[in-house]
Nanobody, 115 residues
Framework: QVQLVESGGGLVQAGGSLRLSCAASGGALRLSAMGWYRQAPGKQRVLVATISSGGSTNYADSVKGRFTISRDNDKNTVDLQMNNLKPDDTAVYYC?????????WGKGTRVTVSS
């Protein structure tokens, strides 16, 4: 069973920081590409950051320099450190796992950034 559980969301003032965590189960995490996506109210779900099985990272332009994705294969976790948060970062954040070409999703954790 592949399961993803996000945590760490909450309410924060603009300029503040949050760290999101994704706990993964079901197979060797080191073999999977992982990512964080977000969906704002009334908007499409969009890519925030990805990290490959080899550790290479990619970020949406809107979060470059502010967010950092990381993974701990021993603990089966993927984190998203979010600094200098902006109101536009307000969204539900979803963890994504691509395992052998198949996408899996968590249920999301809500982030609200007040102005």
């Amino acid at each position: 069973q592949v399961q993803l559980v996000e945590s760490g969301g909450g309410l924060v003032q603009a300029g503040g920081s949050l760290r999101l965590s994704c706990a993964a189960s079901g197979g060797a995490l080191r073999l999977s590409a992982m990512g964080w996506y977000r969906q704002a109210p009334g908007k499409q779900r969009v890519l925030v950051a990805t990290i490959s099985s080899g550790g290479s990272t990619n970020y949406a332009d809107s979060v470059k320099g502010r967010f950092t994705i990381s993974r701990d294969n021993d603990k089966n976790t993927v984190d998203l450190q979010m600094n200098n948060l902006k109101p536009d970062d307000t969204a539900v954040y979803y963890c994504n796992r691509n395992r052998f070409g198949i996408d899996y999703w968590g249920k999301g954790t809500r982030v609200t950034v007040s102005s």
